[in-house]
């Protein structure tokens, strides 16, 4: 028997692949449609996205449910309680992903930032490549005292985290740019 993570559908993509629901990955999408919407400041996002995760966890016959008609109820749900504005700036679901900085630095090695950076240029590309529009570094602190060697923070720390920081922004705009011409695209980059 095949359990899913809380009972609820896989969200199957345009791309075949299933991705598994995650209420705050869909708050974080919800309030980048609501800032792009002109609303700066919305606090309904989790709200929306717990009532996602209610009803989706209603749909006790379904496992998989395509991304066109998640995002179509996503919309109808804002609509019906009076924000239709952002329900048009919500984009289709795409692959989110999260990335381990500390299981990066450990497989790059101890003091080894070359490698580290090599590491996380080609799994940011990956991630972009595939079509995803939210990212989640996690580890940042534990990671950089890793690649340096420390138990406890310094300076030197200070510096590694800003640039770890800088090259993952860097990184992103870069690639973005290198996006196909005349099609804009957002990547939420959340780094913790």
């Not at 999260?98 to 450990?106: H, K």
């Not at 580290?116 to 590309?125: E, M, N, P, S, T």
């Not at 310094?154 to 099609?183: K, M, Q, Y």
Request: charged share 20%.
């Amino acid at each position: 028997m095949i359990a899913f993570r809380d009972a609820l559908p896989l969200i199957v993509l345009r791309n075949r692949r299933a991705m598994a629901f995650d209420r705050e990955w869909l708050a974080r999408v919800l309030t980048l449609a609501a800032r792009r919407a002109g609303h700066q400041d919305w606090p309904l996002a989790p709200h929306i996205a717990e009532s996602v995760h209610a009803w989706l966890g209603s749909l006790t016959e379904r496992t998989t449910m395509p991304v066109d008609a998640f995002t179509r109820a996503v919309r109808e749900a804002l609509k019906a309680i009076g924000f239709a504005e952002i329900g048009v700036c919500f984009e289709e679901a795409s692959p989110f992903a999260r990335i381990s900085l500390v299981e990066i630095a450990q497989q790059a090695g101890n003091g080894f930032e070359l490698a580290f950076f090599a590491a996380l240029d080609a799994q940011l590309r990956e991630i972009f490549v595939a079509g995803g529009s939210y990212c989640e570094l996690h580890g940042l602190e534990p990671c950089v005292k890793v690649l340096s060697q420390r138990r406890h923070w310094s300076s030197s720390c200070d510096h590694l985290r800003a640039e770890i920081v800088a090259f993952a922004r860097n990184h992103t705009a870069h690639a973005l740019g290198e996006s196909a011409a005349g099609t804009a695209r957002d990547l939420f980059l959340h780094l913790a």
